[in-house]
């Protein structure tokens, strides 16, 4: 079983940074990946960010490359997702999630989800 809490989300302005947290807490798992994902209003739930636990191995979506960064805290089990340049349709619910084996961009292929932290990036 794997148990998931996201954290660190809020209200920001645009240009601004912030960061959140995902503590994972498991029995057994094995060789998984993280993912980041978010969801805004009336929108499909899009892929972020993911992080091949065992390698650390990273992958990003084309609309964060470059401005977000995924990480792992390997002695907390703690997923981060740094967050700069932050614009207004950055505006979700962040959720983190988590699955065996390869990164995918798709979230039908998670198993396992927090309850979600909202992000508001305005003025």
């Known amino acids: 079983q794997v148990q998931l809490e996201e954290s660190g989300g809020g209200l920001v302005q645009p240009g601004g940074s912030l960061r959140l947290s995902c503590t994972i807490s498991?029995?057994?798992?094995?060789?998984?990946?993280m993912g980041w994902f978010r969801q805004a209003p009336g929108k499909e739930r899009e892929f972020v960010a993911g992080?091949?636990?065992?390698?650390?191995?990273?992958y990003y979506a084309d609309s964060v490359e470059g401005r977000f960064t995924i990480a792992r805290e390997d002695g907390k089990n703690v997923v981060t997702l740094q967050m700069s340049s932050l614009n207004p349709e950055d505006t979700a619910v962040y959720y983190c999630?988590?699955?065996?084996?390869?990164?995918?961009?798709?979230?039908?292929?998670?198993?396992?989800w927090g309850q979600g932290t909202q992000v508001t990036v305005s003025s």
């Open positions: 999630a988590a699955r065996s084996g390869v990164i995918t961009s798709t979230w039908t292929t998670y198993d396992y």
């Open positions: 498991f029995s057994t798992f094995g060789d998984y990946s």
């Open positions: 992080i091949r636990w065992k390698i650390g191995l990273t």
